[in-house]
């Protein structure tokens, strides 16, 4: 852009130029505030802020499930560990977004099993490995505290993310964040420079041209006015006369209408959002109601769900399995989800009850059943046998059972505040019967709903 500039500007022969650089045109020069790490980006640049919060903010809220493991089945149990877990999450997706790894400090007894975990601040982190020993060694400064993990033989110290890195297979990952550094810088330094343009007085750089013919004293105290006018908000907008002969400006920058730079941010805009995984509506809030609500759910099946997931893995193999349990993140309880399967579940029962065998119409309904359910749903109708009359001294019968310890499950949750839709195993409830429920127990907000949908199961004539 120089080189044209240059190219296509004349300055008459005649003349001797003036110049005096103001004083934001300085500040821009002088290589301040330059975004030089992701700590800075965001710090400084909101729309990589931004960016950050929407992920930790969307995973740190997915509900989680902690199941203890035994020989038999899992059985639901709280986070075993002093430190909050929505916490850590929220700290670990962030440092995982700008820095591509996190780690958490494992407080262990004396036979190696986690007591607590503390989170690790990743820019004080340095990452080492070390192939005789098959080790990963981690080293916190300036403290000079070390760890050090034996992968191969499922010993830890550090639990330790680490996002894809094509130039190594053990160290520190590639960040979201990293790869708009680029674009980052760019948004940096547009707000940048129209902050240092305004704050100096909304001066242009421009070339004073005077006659050759004017006198040196003329000449210099031309110089001092225009000196005391660009350098110095105060007098940017005083007018001033002068004797002189012919003055002619040529001005350098370019007009403030075209400070905004619409092109280029939308170009950083975009560049950003595609670092990150996420759609620009979701940053710039300029959808309607029904595109955001698509492009929600499409930022939590494409971004939301897989890096949930990879972060899952890591904390069951490093931390949890330690000591007997597991975690699961609850996605299908969010709500952009209960819609769908609300949804499903209508279809399918409208496919049961129009005659189609419940295994074709779990295709069509888009269900998922299990290896065993489907075993169940293969098996031929029976023909059903007479109701018979029940006596006080008569217990239910298994089904019935099963609807009851159900029932008391969702409403415990319901009182929990956790809500009252859950997943129940059974080998007595049918599949479709299983799925109508979670249905409804979606849209159930109070005790006496969950009763009603209960009672009217256990009514039915199956």
């Not at 909101?46 to 038999?72: D, E, G, H, Q």
């Not at 607590?116 to 990743?122: I, M």
């Not at 299990?370 to 075993?375: L, R």
């Not at 159930?444 to 004539?461: A, I, L, Y």
Request: aromatic share 10%; charged share 25%.
């Amino acid at each position: 852009m120089a080189s044209s500039f240059l190219e296509t500007t004349t300055i008459n022969k005649n003349t001797k130029s003036v110049t005096q650089i103001p004083y934001w045109f300085s500040e821009l020069t002088g290589g301040k505030n330059k975004i030089s790490n992701t700590a800075e980006a965001y710090t400084y640049v909101p729309l990589i802020f931004r960016a950050v919060t929407l992920i930790s903010n969307a995973i740190a809220t997915v509900p989680v499930k902690f199941y203890k493991t035994n020989s038999k089945k899992d059985v639901e149990t709280e986070w075993m560990f002093r430190e909050g877990f929505s916490n850590l999450i929220w700290r670990t997706t962030a440092s995982m977004c700008l820095k591509g790894s996190a780690y958490w400090e494992r407080v262990q007894n004396g036979y190696s099993k986690p007591q607590n975990v503390y989170y690790r601040n990743p820019y004080s982190m340095t990452v080492e490995y070390r192939e005789r020993e098959k080790a990963i060694l981690f080293t916190q400064n300036p403290s000079g505290t070390q760890w050090v993990n034996f992968p191969e033989a499922n010993r830890y110290q550090i639990v330790y993310f680490a996002d894809f890195d094509p130039a190594n297979d053990v160290t520190n990952g590639v960040g979201n964040a990293e790869v708009a550094m680029t674009n980052a810088s760019l948004l940096h330094y547009m707000d940048r420079f129209a902050s240092k343009f305004f704050e100096g007085g909304a001066m242009p750089v421009t070339f004073l041209g005077m006659d050759v013919s004017t006198p040196k004293e003329e000449v210099n105290r031309v110089e001092r006015i225009m000196r005391n006018m660009i350098s110095s908000i105060a007098n940017a907008f005083n007018v001033v006369g002068i004797r002189a002969g012919a003055i002619t400006t040529q001005q350098l920058t370019p007009p403030i209408k075209d400070l905004a730079m619409t092109e280029l941010y939308q170009q950083a805009l975009s560049n950003v959002a595609l670092a990150f995984g996420i759609p620009k509506t979701m940053l710039e809030d300029a959808a309607n109601y029904a595109t955001a609500k698509e492009h929600r759910k499409g930022f939590y099946d494409e971004t939301i769900i897989p890096k949930a997931n990879r972060l899952r893995d890591v904390i069951n193999t490093q931390l949890l399995a330690d000591v007997g349990a597991r975690l699961d993140f609850d996605f299908g309880s969010l709500s952009i989800y209960q819609e769908d399967e609300k949804f499903r579940a209508e279809v399918f029962k409208m496919y049961v009850d129009g005659g189609i065998e419940m295994s074709v119409a779990a295709e069509l309904a888009g269900i998922e059943f299990t290896d065993e359910q489907m075993k169940k749903l293969s098996k031929p109708k029976e023909e059903p046998k007479p109701p018979e009359q029940p006596t006080q001294e008569q217990e239910d019968d298994p089904m019935t059972e099963d609807l009851k310890r159900w029932q008391r499950k969702a409403t415990k949750r319901l009182k929990d505040g956790k809500g009252a839709s859950c997943d129940f195993e059974s080998d007595y409830i049918p599949a479709w019967m299983i799925a109508d429920i979670k249905a409804e127990l979606a849209d159930s907000n109070t005790v006496d709903e969950v009763v009603d949908v209960f009672g009217k199961k256990r009514s039915q004539d199956i």
